[in-house]
């Protein structure tokens, strides 16, 4: 195993466990009220994504014990940031900022990274298997 997987495991398993509160619908509202973008199904679309990643990091090494077709479909999903799978909501995670959306913000930029550490977990136990 690489010695870069186990710390990689314990990193996701950390944030995960860490993650907590409530969606922050009142921020959504109020980006959306400053850009008055549509974003209707934003925290539903956002939820399913949420779906994936976080359970997959909190139960990183389950994931990675399974066999190499259900690893490479995970990773299939996980190749895809939020914006790629919903894009039409690019310009209002764009207007999403730390000053005004400070739990959106660091919500949206805690997924991603996630979503990415997942893609390294992944790859680096797909290099070990036959």
Request: aromatic share 12%.
């Amino acid at each position: 195993m690489s010695d870069r997987l186990p710390q990689l495991c314990r990193e996701l398993i950390e944030l995960a466990e860490g993650f907590h509160g409530p969606f922050p619908s009142d921020e959504v509202t109020i980006i959306w009220q400053l850009t008055g973008l549509p974003i209707d199904d934003f925290i539903p679309d956002f939820s399913s994504f949420r779906a994936v990643v976080y359970p997959s990091s909190l139960r990183i090494r389950e994931l990675l014990d399974k066999p190499r077709d259900a690893i490479v479909s995970r990773r299939a999903y996980l190749d895809k940031s939020f914006l790629d799978w919903f894009p039409q909501y690019t310009t209002f995670v764009a207007a999403v900022s730390k000053e005004e959306a400070p739990r959106l913000y660091e919500r949206i930029q805690l997924f991603e990274m996630m979503r990415k550490m997942l893609i390294e977990a992944i790859d680096l136990r797909l290099s070990e298997l036959p």
